[in-house]
């Protein structure tokens, strides 16, 4: 028996060192049970990194609400003679399709990684993983998808993007596989593909109800002129419209730090406002040595501006540091964030903005910020660098297919049917379920943006009871 369990340990070491050429990674968990992995497995990392020491985990595997799944889904570690059962069982293989190689290879390994400690901590010696480098194109996610289904997988996840979930769809299709991709372009999804992602209309949709319900009546917003300001839009216009609230300001602005001052300047009423700042002024002036309109000057010295803009809350989803660059020219322009409440999406969710002045007390939607930095504490002790915010949904995607995995009828596993159950699954960024349309349904948490960090002020709901 010992020699049985060495052999399978040195095999996949072999496996998980090869990962660039496209070779199966297969995990034993049987070996941690049997104290075998004390700090043995390696992988390397993006591109051409050094093997880093993997630590093994505790298991936090995915949960579903599946009829022929517990409710709960049991977390202790199985018997040894559940594993040595299943390791008779048949194989299931995963392909996986990530820009390993081009554009995105960062973020593509990062996402193999996530992959990979799912996989291990999934505790099910069946699962095999089949990582294919798409290199960030198109052409290169079909040859991928050719590559994988000539290996007869049982289900394919990924690719990334979008242009590369399109072109690799209709080979898995032909092949008869459902496919879980990762883009939030809503366009590439439907017909076996799913998407596992943030869609902007979701999130935005969630943070406009929440900012209703706290008493804003009054809606402006601030949109990139791209893909993902369309679809912030979309989701703008519909949750103001279903809150009976008013959208009284909107600008549409390309990502040019040197003309989106005109935007934001209309967006503010600044011009309109400042002349009635001058012509107040001037009135006042006029009244000479009257203490009363003296007094009332020199209260109006420190503003540029006379009355409030009209609308008490503003939109602005913007990420990264074109949104550090946009936020301050609000008040710039005399919308002061004191009275006006800022609101985003989850391209917000950025160590670097708490603290950042002008987005103090703001709000977002997102997932738990606690279970996200935990995961993000697990990853960066494991692999020693700390990822994009993203990689959980590679995390996520892999622990879907291990928990359908524990379906007996084969081919029910991963069908349209099992993917679209209504009570949807569990993961890092919370409940989450896919729709008709290929599309992922979430339920998002508000979170505040503070000096210490991100807060919850209105948790996600835990169940999509409350939604046909």
């Not at 505790?58 to 799944?69: E, I, V, Y």
């Not at 299931?92 to 996402?111: D, H, K, Q, V, Y």
């Not at 949807?424 to 998002?444: A, K, M, N, P, Q």
Request: charged share 25%.
């Amino acid at each position: 028996m010992e020699t049985l369990i060495l052999r399978c340990y040195t095999g996949a070491n072999n496996l998980i060192s090869d990962r660039m050429n496209g070779s199966l990674i297969k995990f034993f968990s049987l070996l941690l049970l049997l104290g075998l992995l004390a700090g043995a497995c390696t992988s390397p990392g993006a591109g051409d990194r050094a093997a880093r020491e993997r630590t093994p985990f505790a298991r936090t595997p995915l949960g579903g609400a599946l009829p022929s799944l517990p409710s709960t889904v049991e977390r202790q570690v199985p018997s040894l003679e559940d594993l040595f059962g299943r390791f008779q069982e048949e194989e299931i293989r995963i392909a996986l399709l990530l820009p390993l190689s081009g554009p995105g290879e960062s973020t593509g390994n990062a996402f193999l990684d996530a992959a990979a400690m799912a996989l291990f901590e999934s505790y099910d010696p069946r699962l095999q993983l089949f990582p294919y480098d798409t290199g960030g194109t198109p052409e290169g996610a079909r040859r991928a998808a050719r590559e994988a289904v000539g290996n007869d997988p049982d289900i394919v996840i990924g690719p990334l993007f979008a242009a590369s979930i399109a072109a690799a769809a209709p080979i898995v299709r032909a092949a008869g596989l459902n496919m879980i991709g990762f883009s939030n372009n809503r366009e590439v999804a439907g017909d076996g593909v799913y998407l596992l992602s943030f869609l902007p209309s979701q999130e935005v949709e969630r943070v406009i109800a929440y900012a209703a319900a706290q008493g804003h009546d009054q809606f402006a917003a601030l949109i990139p002129d791209s893909p993902y300001g369309a679809a912030a839009l979309e989701g703008f216009s519909r949750s103001v419209f279903l809150s009976g609230k008013a959208i009284t300001g909107l600008e549409i602005y390309e990502r040019d730090t040197q003309t989106v001052f005109d935007p934001v300047r209309r967006l503010a009423n600044y011009d309109q406002r400042r002349g009635a700042y001058l012509d107040e002024e001037r009135f006042l002036e006029a009244l000479g040595d009257d203490d009363l309109a003296k007094e009332i000057l020199k209260k109006l010295e420190p503003f540029e501006t006379l009355g409030e803009p009209p609308f008490s809350a503003v939109l602005v989803p913007e990420g990264g540091q074109f949104l550090r660059s946009l936020v301050p020219l609000l008040p710039f322009f005399e919308v002061d964030p004191l009275k006006v409440q800022f609101l985003g999406t989850g391209l917000w969710y950025d160590p670097t903005l708490p603290g950042e002045p002008t987005l103090e007390g703001a709000w977002f939607a997102g997932p738990d910020p606690a279970k996200v930095e935990d995961f993000m504490a697990r990853f960066e002790g494991l692999y020693g660098y700390r990822p994009p915010r993203i990689v959980t949904l590679s995390y996520d995607a892999i622990s879907l297919v291990a928990t359908l995995a524990r379906i007996e009828f084969k081919r029910a596993r991963f069908s349209d049917k099992t993917l679209q159950n209504a009570n949807g699954f569990e993961g890092l960024d919370g409940i989450f379920r896919f729709r008709g349309d290929g599309t992922s349904e979430r339920r998002f948490a508000i979170l505040e943006i503070r000096r210490q960090g991100f807060f919850v002020v209105s948790p996600a709901p835990s169940s999509f009871q409350d939604v046909p």
